[in-house]
């Protein structure tokens, strides 16, 4: 698969109850990622995206970016519903 687009719903169970999330997903080849959030309304419009070297995260709320380095092997956490290629 070279490429995808998906809307994802995530539901997050946690010690205070559950988190629902509406997220769309991109994906190309070879590691290019971006997700919007669209639920819940206070982060409609988060950004986050992954060009293989770093993660750019935009917040319209505070309408700044934040950028973070790669974080070892763990990147399969970040990406909830992204294919891991190990598995093929």
């Known amino acids: 698969m070279k490429s995808y ?9 946690g ?3 559950v988190s629902h ?8 080849e ?3 990622i971006r ?3 669209i639920v819940p309304s206070f982060l409609k419009g ?12 935009y917040h319209p709320i505070i ?12 990147d399969v956490f970040i990406f909830l519903g992204v294919i891991d290629k ?3």
């Open 5 to 13: 687009a998906t809307q994802a719903d995530i539901d997050i169970y």
């Open 15 to 17: 010690n205070k109850g």
């Open 21 to 28: 999330y509406k997220v769309v997903q991109y994906f190309k």
């Open 30 to 32: 070879p590691n290019l």
């Open 35 to 37: 997700i919007e959030t």
């Open 46 to 57: 988060k950004i986050l995206v992954y060009d293989g070297k770093r993660y750019t995260i």
């Open 63 to 74: 309408e700044q970016r934040y950028f973070l380095e790669n974080l070892k092997d763990d």
């Open 86 to 88: 190990r598995i093929f």
